[in-house]
């Protein structure tokens, strides 16, 4: 062989070398060829962690070896050119859900989490002849009876509905609906105390007259084991069960009085304003346009409202108040100061404070109340049955932020609680009572 052949062999292995070593380094870092433009793009990922971990996935319909294991939590589905993908996960007994999601350059689309619904939802029943129940901050349960008869902590208590509890459990406030009387009861002592007769006792005053107006509400302060906010139709008192002591907070009556850490929300005609228990300070964090219709607090100070000209207000101590939406109906703010809203076309609305962003869902048809349960799942309650509702996560570039919405519940309800264990209470209209503690560990 002669040295000019050698040499041009010599080039030529190097050329290779190059090129392929060139190849490999930007396929290694994620680069393929895209046949459909014949142009060199990086590819993207789906990550799927989903409970049960034995659920199989597929990606147009090809199969996806799972890659579960004591250091894998889900499964990576790599090397995916940018565009959109029909991901479905099924397993035996539980309903499949599918949907299409988007993969980006050097981008791993995340559905962390997620939970398949089984086809029958596992039950316990609790009650039967149950007309209503209240859930308390801790947990426990107050039941009324159909016949009146109410119930908490294995004990029967004066009146028919539980109003609220104190920092103490034990020192509860009740309703006797036909009497139209609140109750004070202090289990401890075994004690029942008629509010209403303590209360006027305690001659309540607006500017030196005395307010014999009748109550309209009472709500018990959960940081304290005495104190109770009274709202009568001209006024609303602090008042102090122990000390009989009455203290106004505002000139005017109020639709809302919410808890609020240290203070109190209420409304105030156009206003929400905080009233501080231990100072009686008052100060106005929001303003509407008209009548202040709805109340509920959040996380960190969150504070979301909703005025009768249906716009929708959210307020935070960092960033003061904004208003985020327009023509609603009903809201829900969740655990993380996420917000649900339906406006009055019947679509749902998905806000995300820590983003600053809204999603529109078009998906969940117009009707049915919601509540949340956990951070990125809803629950739907429709006339003729109950679904849980999973979101995409809000990073996720995805227009339609619903996931799956599968139901749990095949029957109409009268009435449905979730607790901060994420267990689903529900009363049919048959009057019995029953819990769903299935999904408790499984939702984040």
Partial sequence: MSRK????????????????????????????????????RKTGAVFIRVQPREAEISIDGKPVKRKNGFLLSGTLIDNLLPGEYEVAVSAP???????????????????????????????????????????????????????????YQNRTLAGNKLIGVTADPSRVITYNERQDTYLWNDLKEQLTVNLNIRFRAAKPTINGTADR??????????????????????????????SDRVE???????????????????DRRE????????????????TFQSKVEK???????????LGENGALMYYTPAAGAQEIGHSVTEFALGPANQMAWREKSGEINIFYPTLNFTRRTGSLGKTGAFKWIGTRHLVLIQPEQVKLVELVDPAVNKDEPVLYAAPIINEPTAQLEVDSAKNIYFITETGSLNVIDYFDDLIK
């Fill in 5 to 40: 052949v050698r040499r041009l062999i010599f080039y030529l292995l190097t050329v290779v070398f190059v090129v392929s070593g060139t190849a490999a380094a930007f396929y290694s870092n994620g680069w393929r060829i895209d046949t459909e433009t014949w142009t060199v």
């Fill in 93 to 151: 007994g539980f309903i499949t859900w599918s949907n299409t999601l988007p993969v980006k350059e050097g981008v791993v689309t995340e559905i962390k989490d997620s939970v398949l619904v089984p086809e029958e939802v596992p039950s316990v029943h609790l009650a039967s002849t149950t007309a209503e129940m209240a859930l308390t901050p801790a947990g426990e349960q107050a039941v009324t009876s159909s016949a009146g008869k109410l119930t």
């Fill in 213 to 242: 107006s009748g109550i309209i509400r009472i709500v018990p302060d959960p940081n304290r084991t005495s104190i109770a906010i009274i709202t009568t139709n001209k006024a609303v008192y602090q008042y102090n069960v122990d």
């Fill in 248 to 266: 106004i907070v505002s000139a005017a009556s109020t639709n809302n009085t919410v808890p609020y850490g240290s203070e109190f929300i209420l």
């Fill in 271 to 286: 206003d929400v304003i905080a009233y501080n228990l231990d100072s009686g300070e008052t100060r106005t964090i929001m």
């Fill in 295 to 305: 109340i509920e607090t959040g996380e960190n100070g969150a504070v979301a409202a």
